[in-house]
């Protein structure tokens, strides 16, 4: 069964930086579309990065442009956001998702905290 599981969240002032991970099992990984989403409290979950299957193409939302890059290395299954010039607003609960089999599928999700 498809499983995700992100880690590498944490607390970090602002200005700072994070990795985050997310490691994939289940589905043959090197064919597929990553993503990352993210929900803030009271929020919509928001996507904020995809990275295409062989990891030439990379899409970000307007709000992390700049800041954040999405990479991947099938040969581990793990697709990777590099999060840096984080900010307050970043705060949220970080998914990593991958459409697969006809539906989403969903980490547990990691809790990013930007604060001083």
């Known amino acids: 069964q498809v499983q995700l599981v992100e880690s590498g969240g944490g607390l970090v002032q602002p200005g700072g930086s994070l990795r985050l991970s997310c490691a994939a099992s289940?589905?043959?990984?090197?064919?597929?579309?990553m993503n990352w989403y993210r929900q803030a409290p009271g929020k919509e979950r928001e996507l904020v990065a995809s990275i295409s299957s062989t990891g030439l193409r990379t899409n970000f939302a307007d709000s992390v442009k700049g800041r954040f890059t999405i990479s991947r290395d099938n040969a581990k299954n793990t697709v990777y956001l590099q999060m840096n010039t984080l900010k307050p607003e970043d705060t949220a609960v970080y998914y990593c998702?991958?459409?697969?089999?006809?539906?989403?599928?969903w980490g547990q999700g990691t809790q990013v905290t930007v604060s001083s």
């Open positions: 998702n991958v459409p697969a089999f006809g539906r989403d599928y």
């Open positions: 289940g589905f043959t990984f090197s064919d597929y579309v």
